[in-house]
């Protein structure tokens, strides 16, 4: 069963596109979520959240789920997963705070639900009617290619028709403390489908999904990766990865552009990828999320685009 990428959304500063991303060699403009989304529905909303709505949005126009602001196919049967390590760790972290100086009654009533774990996943399944699962991993460096694993799982189990994945990190005081620098503060966004569920509505392949490892270390998993996948045609991967990768091949280390992805980095590197595959750029790139360490390493392969099969000529 052939899952495939049929939507690609960036909101990156300066990147607002799969091939804006793809060759990008530095950052732009921070993201403006109200030049995005409109100001509507966006006070008290954390960073965040507002970053992963930008970017579910022009995912979801990209791929022709959502038209003129409605949305086009079944919501009940589309889900969202995020991916996001520091999310909404500002205001949780406040909330923390002022409990701990006034007490509970000290606490707006507007922060309270903005300290869910899930909210950023949460808020964007509202704004849309996206009724299906919702899930928000927090799963260190390969957190991103995981959200996408899983979002193949759901279509696999029948789970879900269309799967929206979210890589987002924000900026801020508190985010910068926890990681020791300054962090992308942007999102990237997905849509998965079955290849047959796309060739029904009509939707452009971007990619096909191939397969995906996870292990403990770069080499073995990478090793396991081979195992099934043929050569890659360019990596995307971190500088650390590069002593266990095939010598000789391009290496896009995204980090080195964007700095610190964190939860994003697998998403993100889905959307370069298929920057490039849109722009004529050979395949499999084989996306390599994670270096050696508690947290482990994912893979993930992405194909070209199937061509479409021509009838013979008479």
């Keep these: 069963m052939m899952m495939t990428v049929t939507g690609v959304g960036v909101a990156l500063p300066g990147a607002d596109s799969a091939a804006a991303l793809a060759t990008a060699s530095r950052p732009g403009d921070a993201v403006e979520p109200a030049a995005v989304l409109g100001k509507k ?6 960073r965040a959240t507002q970053l992963g709505l930008c970017a579910a949005q022009r995912v ?6 959502l038209a003129d602001g409605v949305l086009t196919v079944d919501g009940t049967r589309t889900a969202v997963l ?15 705070r002022t409990i701990a100086d006034e007490g509970t009654h000290g606490v707006s009533p507007m922060d309270t639900p903005n ?3 899930n909210i950023i996943a949460s808020e964007i399944a509202i704004r849309w009617g996206l009724k299906g699962p919702n899930l928000m991993l927090c799963n260190g460096p390969a ?8 979002g193949a799982a759901l279509l696999r189990s029948g789970r879900a028709d269309h799967v929206v994945v979210v890589g987002v990190e924000p900026d801020n005081e508190i985010a910068r403390g926890l990681v020791g620098g300054p962090l992308v503060d942007g999102a990237a966004a997905v849509v998965l489908e079955h290849a047959q569920a796309a060739e029904a509505r009509g939707a452009t392949v971007r990619a096909v999904i191939g397969a995906h490892t996870r292990g403990l270390d770069v080499a073995g998993t990478i090793g ?5 996948e043929s050569e890659p045609a360019a990596w995307y991967a971190p500088a650390a990865a590069a002593p266990a990768l095939s ?3 391009p290496v896009h280390d ?22 490039a595959l849109d722009a004529g750029a050979d395949g499999p790139m084989w996306l390599v999320a994670g270096t050696d360490s508690d947290d482990g390493v994912a893979t993930l392969v992405l194909r070209p685009p199937v061509p479409a099969v021509q009838p013979a000529a008479v």
């Design 41 to 46: 529905g966006l006070r008290y909303k954390d």
């Design 60 to 65: 979801l126009t990209d791929a022709g789920l």
């Design 82 to 96: 995020v991916s996001s390590n520091l999310g909404n760790v500002d205001t949780v972290c406040r909330v923390v």
């Design 115 to 117: 300290a869910s774990s």
């Design 143 to 150: 957190s991103g290619l995981d959200a996408i694993r899983w």
């Design 224 to 228: 396991e990766l081979a195992e099934v």
């Design 247 to 249: 010598q000789g091949l």
């Design 254 to 275: 995204l980090a080195a552009v964007w700095g610190e992805l964190s939860g994003a980095l697998g998403v993100v590197q889905c959307a370069a990828a298929i920057g």
